[in-house]
Structures are given as structure tokens and as C-alpha cells.
């Protein structure tokens, strides 16, 4: 059991936007998250950092938010690249680094 | 540019060890962390341990502790993560991450499948 919960699957077509939400616990406050891509057989892509930042190179399509204890992803326009798994990253006061158990993003 | 290459793949045998390297290069050694996360197939990430380059200073995840060594070379600017006591349920995909803090990960190495069988 993660200690970040998404959800296992969430699906969009091609132009329209998603969201993919990342849950922790109520005992910390997950200041900074950060999500990454992972395609089949790669190793994890940062597409956000410090809940909504950007890295050089990832398309503003992605944006990220945080209310309370649940950050969020959203991708808009989507395109059929951006099919691949999703994780939500951050830290606790037990452990320098947690995951979220991995969204799967379908482009229908 | 800020590259990780890691060792390939292995095949290792239940009860045997593994050692896995990661050069990096592009960026000064000493100066970041880097995280050790493995990938079962099918599965999530899951986080295995931290190491400081610089000082050789280490944190490992509960779940690896006794089992997990990491280290680092300042003169190969390589580190390492050797795990022991293997079983079928260590079978997977072991990546490297250069940390530049606050779980901002932003290089990863190719990734190294350790396989565990009989």
C-alpha cells in the first residue's frame, strides 16, 4: 500500500484534458511533489517538480496544483504521446521520499 | 549533459548477491544525492535508499535495511548498490536518480533488470 493514493487508471481523447489526483494522509503537509512519465520499458521522465513547476523541455500542457493534503496533474490537449504511467512523488515525516502507486493514462 | 549509465542486466540465483553501478558524469559528483529505486514487473516505484556521494553517507528504506549497501567511488564518480540474500521477489528493474532535492529527480539512469531465479 502506497503511501500516496492515485488512482489506477483515468483515460481522455485525444485534445481533451485530465486529471490525475495524488492523496496523502492528513499527518503531513507534502509541501513538495513532483510527478514523473514513465512509457513502457523507460525509465521515469520528470514532468513537475515543486507541485507545479516546470522542467526545460516538458510542454505547458502539464500543470500541476495542490490543495490540502492532495496534489493533482492536469494535462490538457492531450496527445496520443502522452499515453504512459504517472507517479506522484513527495516526502513524509518518516521517509525522505514516498511514491504514489502509479496512474495509468489511456488516450482513447 | 548530466547522464547516468548503469550496469546491465543480471541473472543471479536465490540466496547470491548483486551489485549494480551507476557512473554519472556531465555534473560535479559530490555535490548531489543520489536515490536507488527498483521497479518489480508490472508494479510502482519503490524507494530502496539514499547516498551522498560526497561523504559516502547513507539512508536506507526500512524494508532494506541489512540487506542493501550503497557506495560511492569519487574517482570514477560511480555509485554503487549491492543487494544480498536475493529471492524471486527481488526480481526487477533497479534505477539510479541524481536528487536535486525537495524529490526532484531529474536524471535517471537506463535502468538494470536483476532477475532472481533457479
Known amino acids: 500500500q502506497s503511501a500516496l493514493t492515485q488512482p489506477a487508471s483515468v483515460s481522455g481523447s485525444p485534445g481533451q484534458s485530465i486529471t490525475i489526483s495524488c492523496t496523502g494522509s492528513s499527518d503531513d503537509d507534502y509541501k513538495y511533489v513532483s510527478w514523473y512519465q514513465q512509457h513502457p520499458g523507460k525509465a521515469p521522465k520528470l514532468v513537475l517538480y515543486d507541485v507545479g513547476k516546470r522542467p526545460s523541455g516538458v510542454s505547458n500542457r502539464f500543470s500541476g496544483s495542490k490543495s490540502g493534503n492532495t496534489a493533482s496533474l492536469s494535462i490538457s490537449g492531450l496527445q496520443a504521446e502522452d499515453e504512459a504511467d504517472y507517479y506522484c512523488?513527495?516526502?513524509?515525516?518518516?521517509?525522505?521520499?514516498?511514491f504514489g502507486g502509479g496512474t495509468k493514462l489511456t488516450v482513447l | 549533459q548530466v547522464q547516468l549509465v548503469q550496469s546491465g542486466a543480471e541473472v543471479k540465483k536465490p540466496g547470491a548477491s548483486v551489485k549494480v553501478s551507476c557512473k554519472a558524469s556531465?555534473?560535479?559528483?559530490?555535490?548531489?544525492?543520489v536515490y536507488w529505486v527498483r521497479q518489480a514487473p508490472g508494479q510502482g516505484l519503490e524507494w530502496m535508499g539514499i547516498i551522498n556521494p560526497g561523504d559516502g553517507t547513507t539512508t536506507y528504506a526500512q524494508k532494506f535495511q541489512g540487506r542493501v549497501t550503497m557506495t560511492s567511488d569519487t574517482s570514477t564518480t560511480t555509485v554503487y548498490m549491492q543487494l544480498s540474500s536475493l529471492t524471486s521477489e527481488d526480481t526487477a528493474v533497479y534505477y539510479c536518480?541524481?536528487?536535486?532535492?525537495?524529490?526532484?529527480?531529474?536524471?535517471w539512469g537506463q535502468g538494470t533488470l536483476i532477475t532472481v531465479s533457479s
Open positions: 512523488t513527495s516526502y513524509t515525516s518518516n521517509s525522505p521520499v514516498v
Open positions: 536518480a541524481r536528487d536535486l532535492g525537495r524529490v526532484h529527480f531529474d536524471c
Open positions: 556531465g555534473y560535479t559528483f559530490t555535490s548531489f544525492f
